[in-house]
């Protein structure tokens, strides 16, 4: 498997139900029964395409590899009033978080699978066609005719997958995300002196005393992100369902000249507002990162204050000493706490 395809977020599948089955043209030939009537069973019904949000998978990567889905036909019906047994559904899973589009209208959303279990039916198996058994009448004794089962659905989908955390961490290509993801959780995300390590999303679990959240680490913004420029618009959206953002600035950079830490601040803030405005109301805490970095560390006063008469919280950090991560991980807490608390006032 190429790294490149370790998270797949985004696939097209073909799904087909199950053609109906053919009704049965039949006619009694028993011996002592001289005047059979027809008998010709229904044919069964097509298979459903059905897909399942489980919590155990965390990619689309199967669907890549399998981009056709195909639920099984319903049977022939046969003679002595026999119907033909249904074809069997397909049940496909996908990670919780998709959500499911419907190429073939407009590019309208069927279904967002956020929750471990929801089931969306995107393919309907096709009726069976009906026996000539169905249509005798009194002036027709003798039906000779039966119909043919409908066809399944198909349809062409994209599945989008967006990350489900509590936590997610934004900012400039080589801010620390992911060091500090690897330092506060299990996750083992590549870390790397140049921009750019991250070329996916990735997740760990962070414990705090009793307390255990996602934390989500989102591939490095730059300008021009929401318009698509660096496959932005594509990590952006995972940004969409995290409850609380922890915006990374690379004080560190500071070590090699002047620079304008509040204009990298409110760039990356540019682009989650132009992606969704509704992001610039999420909880938020600043971190300024790589203090290991800086022998003189006043020049952050000026940023510090500048945010805190934003309303923001400002924090220190050194993931590579764990300087400041004790409290940190104290904020987020707080942090995930209130917007908990917000969401039930609500």
């Known amino acids: 498997m190429k ?3 370790a998270f797949i977020d985004e696939v097209e ?5 199950g053609d109906g089955g053919d009704g049965c043209v039949s006619m009694r030939r028993e011996k002592y029964v001289p005047r059979g009537g027809p008998d010709g069973g229904d044919g069964g019904r097509g298979g459903d395409v059905v897909l399942v949000a489980d919590r155990n998978l965390g990619t689309l990567f199967d669907h890549r590899m399998r981009p056709r889905v195909a639920a099984e036909p319903g049977a022939m019906g046969a003679g ?11 049940l496909v899973r996908v990670p919780v978080g998709t959500v499911v589009i419907d190429l073939g209208d407009s590019e309208r959303p069927l279904a967002d699978l956020a929750v471990h279990g929801a089931r969306c039916l995107v393919a309907r198996g096709g009726r069976g066609g009906r026996g000539n058994a169905r249509f005798t009448t009194p002036t027709h004794q003798a039906p000779d005719t039966a119909e043919r089962g409908r066809p399944g659905q198909i349809r062409r989908l994209r599945l ?4 489900l955390a509590d936590v997610g961490l934004v900012g400039f290509p080589n801010a620390g995300k992911s060091t ?3 330092r506060i959780s299990g996750a083992r995300p590549r870390v790397a002196a140049y921009p750019f390590t991250t070329l996916v999303p990735a997740l760990g679990v962070a414990e705090v005393g009793e307390r255990r959240f996602v934390v989500a680490d989102i591939p490095g913004l730059i300008e021009g992100a929401s318009e698509g420029a660096g496959l932005g618009d594509r990590f952006l959206r995972h940004v969409e369902r995290t409850r609380v953002l922890v915006h990374l600035v690379d004080a560190g950079s500071l070590a090699l000249g002047p620079r304008d830490l509040l204009a990298d601040y409110e760039a990356i803030r540019r682009e989650l507002g132009a ?7 999420r909880p938020e805490l600043v971190v300024l990162t790589k203090l290991d970095l800086l022998a003189e560390r006043g020049a952050l006063a000026g940023i510090e204050a500048e945010l805190a008469a934003r309303g923001r919280r ?4 050194s993931a590579a000493t764990g300087e400041g991560l004790e409290e940190l991980l104290r904020a987020l807490v707080d942090a995930l706490d209130a917007s908990l608390a917000a969401e039930h006032a609500a």
């Open 3 to 5: 790294p490149s395809d």
């Open 13 to 17: 599948i073909s799904v087909s139900a």
């Open 80 to 90: 002595s009033g026999k119907s033909g047994r249904d074809g069997e559904g397909a």
């Open 160 to 163: 989008l997958l967006k990350l």
């Open 180 to 182: 500090l993801l690897r």
């Open 275 to 281: 992606y969704e405005p509704a992001l610039l109301a």
């Open 314 to 317: 400002v924090l220190r950090l």
